[in-house]
């Protein structure tokens, strides 16, 4: 199985390192191909600070964590990321969330189905008729855990 991870769903993991995200991302999917745009690192750090104050990590402990994460997922610069794709992207979210631009250009040009934790996005991307989005219980009910 092939996936675009979106942030929401990698600080969702971060924050519960034991929960249900946690073990899909470093147990279940391990024999997928995990992606995501880079810019998603960035998106990491400027919430990294919110995320120690939610969960009283350690600076080291959190730091730990996200590499971890980036050990399981291929971050794709966004350069090599279309402009058609992005501007037909752009059709889609432009009223939904822009943030979430990248995930679904680089959705378009590999095929790869976006796993997203945001149902905002996910009912927006699917009453546009884009289908190629998939939330956790989706995706738990699909690997039959």
Known sequence: MNLIVDTNI????LITPQGTIAELIFNKLDKSILVSPRFMLDE?????DR???ITKYSNQ?????????????????????SFENQKKAFELV?????KDLLFVALSLQTGYEIWAGDLKLINGL?????????????LVKRLAL
């Open 10 to 13: 990698i600080i969702s993991g």
């Open 44 to 48: 990491l750090q400027d919430k990294f």
């Open 51 to 53: 995320i120690l104050r």
């Open 61 to 81: 402990y959190l730091t730990d964590l996200i590499y971890l994460v980036h050990k399981k997922i291929d971050f794709i610069d966004d350069d090599l990321i």
């Open 94 to 98: 432009h009223d939904v969330d822009k």
């Open 126 to 138: 699917r009453q546009k008729g884009f289908r190629n989005v998939i939330s956790t219980n989706e």
